[in-house]
């Protein structure tokens, strides 16, 4: 990329870039054997910071919540964030890169059998705290409770040991959940499609977002996200449509 210095000032005001990185989304963030973190988000930081020409710093939470606050106080120069109204009061938003499917999972002797049963009286819902469901859910649901987990990956072990009747979260993770616990299975279908974007924090301008934008739109096209979703071994999540492409 060929910036200006007074534009590269704006993105990395340290003169090193800092991705906040949250591995509460295994789909694209997990910390290895030796504590490093791995993932299609932080290929995506590194491939970043090299076309800008920086040093890369990973900042790494384990919730999401954490991570929008790092970027949103500008303890983090950028971040891989499901896209919300939200946090879109501090935090400027690339197209998404990255769509995954949300998911409700319930007990195999439990009554429900279709999406459109969960939000009724007498029904509560487990979350992982902050996560995109849990923003999501609290607008939408008018009948059932919501019960919140500390993180994303504590859902299923806090629904298991609790009297709840539904865990919401990334298909994948509560796929690999049920086959780990016995007696649990996942609704058909979904609830929400999670769009995954970059993001920046709002008081960096139009100009810096455009760049970042610019970047996740050239990642997509040359098929570096696809590959990087592949070569992690994700399944559950597909390569957002080009921005201003046609469903």
Not at 16 to 42: E, K
Not at 214 to 221: H, I, M, R, W
């Amino acid at each position: 990329m060929n910036l200006s210095s007074q534009l590269l000032s704006t993105l990395a005001p340290l003169g090193r870039i800092r991705a906040s990185i949250n591995t509460g989304n295994p789909i694209l963030a997990r910390l290895q054997a030796d504590g490093q973190p791995a993932g299609v988000s932080i290929d995506l930081a590194r491939r970043f910071a090299q076309q800008l020409g920086l040093e890369l710093d990973l900042v790494v939470f384990d919730t999401a919540a954490k991570s929008v606050d790092a970027v949103t106080r500008e303890e983090a120069d950028f971040g891989f964030f499901a896209v919300d109204p939200v946090r879109g009061a501090g935090i400027g938003f690339t197209a998404p890169y990255v769509l995954i499917e949300g998911s409700y999972l319930v007990r195999q002797d439990s009554p429900l059998t279709d999406n459109a049963q969960v939000d009724r009286a007498g029904h509560t819902v487990v979350v992982g705290k902050g996560s995109a469901y849990d923003l999501y859910l609290s607008r939408e649901l008018k009948h059932a409770q919501i019960e919140r987990a500390v993180s994303s990956p504590a859902v299923v072990q806090t629904f298991v040991e609790s009297t709840a009747d539904v865990a919401a979260g990334v298909k994948q993770q509560l796929e690999a959940d049920a086959a780990r616990l016995p007696g649990l299975r996942l609704l058909p279908g979904r609830f929400m499609v999670i769009q995954q974007a970059m993001g920046l924090p709002k008081g960096r301008g139009d100009e810096a977002l455009r760049v970042l934008a610019a970047f996740v739109e050239e990642a997509k096209a040359c098929g570096f996200v696809a590959e990087a979703l592949q070569r992690h071994g994700i399944q559950g999540a597909a390569v957002a449509p080009l921005a201003g492409a046609s469903a």
